[in-house]
């Protein structure tokens, strides 16, 4: 049994817990020096410089390759227009109506306008037939079957006219109905049912869902590197840990005077989940570093800083700092802090401090 009796001045609680963290610091200098001792049998890896991918990532948004404003070509007023935004429309599904009864009354006049010619057309048929016959047998002069030929051919190009101008009324007819083009989602609603359209004003905006683009602006240091059906990665923020496999399409060879940027648009697979308007980031191979990498697994942190253990040529593990660049494909490219041939620790541990031994296989290097 220990017996102790508190020193003068002093709390006996204080003296405790001054005795407690006495006993556990000791415990522990115990511990961590049976470690630092017998070392830890951990994998490592020798550091060798690899041809590391420059991948540069690019900004960018999701867009429609047929967006499409949908206007009358004749003037009346929206008879039918139920539609809405975001609605899913059909190819050939009858979107607006226009009022006909302006061009069915353009058709009764067109078509009055043509059984006149024909009236007209059959009674100078019938009068050059009868001043044939006269002009054969010398009953009538020449000229007078003459005049008749020419108002048969007048009363034939009236005809034609009248015609025409039939088949154009009956044309406006099918252009009072407009049909969406394309299988699609109504995005802008421009007027309402009652409202005057007239030729060239947007009544729908509708967009395709079939083929989808990224487009991204480039610098034009880096165009000269882009060609059509070059490999893309695209990362969107809606969607996270997926990439979507893409290509270039198409590149814009017009760029912005101001920002120097040019227009480069990425064929998108088709994807239910995948919406015009959605933010992300494609990311190029533009060539390649020789560089040293270390694999993320093997990153620890210690005092707010990033680094990896590296051991010595006595196996004792040192926590390094160390500045990164890009990730690429589970490696972390290393731009300053460490060098070819150095020895680290293959995985974070949290039994590893400094100072720990490290034992490896003979090879040291997987």
Not at 33 to 60: C, D, F, N, Q, Y
Not at 95 to 118: H, Y
Not at 203 to 223: A, C, D, H, K, N
Request: proline residues 5%; neutral net charge; glycine residues 10%.
């Amino acid at each position: 049994m220990i017996n102790f009796r508190p020193f003068r001045g002093i709390p006996s609680a204080a003296v405790s817990l001054a005795l407690l963290g006495i006993l556990t610091g000791c415990g522990t200098d115990k511990a961590d020096g049976g470690i630092a001792s017998s070392g830890l049998h951990l994998p490592t890896a020798i550091i060798s410089a690899m041809s590391i991918p420059r991948v540069s990532s690019m900004p960018g948004s999701v867009i429609s390759d047929d967006r499409i404003e949908l206007s009358s070509r004749v003037v009346g007023f929206i008879q039918h227009l139920d539609v809405r935004e975001g609605q899913h429309v059909s190819k050939d599904e009858l979107l607006v109506q226009i009022d006909p009864a302006e061009i069915n009354e353009t058709i009764r006049q067109a078509q009055a306008t043509v059984e006149a010619a024909w009236k007209d057309l059959g009674d100078a048929a019938r009068d050059v037939e009868k001043y044939e016959a006269l002009a054969s047998s010398g009953a009538i002069a020449t000229d007078t079957l003459r005049k008749a030929k020419v108002r048969h051919d007048i009363a034939q190009a009236i005809l034609s006219k009248a015609e025409a101008g039939l088949a154009g009324a009956q044309a406006q007819q099918s252009y009072a109905e407009i049909r969406s083009p394309v299988d699609g989602v109504i995005i802008i609603r421009h007027k309402q049912r009652g409202d005057m359209a007239t030729t060239g004003s947007p009544i729908l905006t509708i967009e395709s869902r079939q083929v989808l683009l990224f487009r991204i602006f480039v610098p034009e240091g880096q165009l000269s590197q882009f060609s059509p059906s070059l490999d893309v990665k695209v990362k969107i923020d809606a969607l996270p840990g997926r990439e979507i496999d893409g290509h270039v399409l198409r590149i814009i060879p017009s760029g912005d005077p101001t920002t120097r940027r040019y227009q480069v648009d990425v064929a998108l697979p088709p994807a239910p989940d995948l919406l015009p308007g959605m933010f992300g980031r494609a990311e190029i191979v533009l060539g390649s570093d020789h560089a040293v990498a270390v694999p993320r697994r093997a990153l620890v942190q210690r005092g707010g800083l990033d680094g990896v253990f590296v051991i010595d040529g006595n196996g004792t593990a040192r926590f390094r700092w160390l500045r990164f660049g890009r990730e690429w494909n589970g490696l972390v490219r290393i731009t300053a802090g460490l060098s070819e041939g150095e020895k680290i620790l293959l995985a974070a541990d949290p039994r590893v401090k400094d100072g720990v031994r490290i034992t490896t296989d003979v090879n040291g290097a997987k």
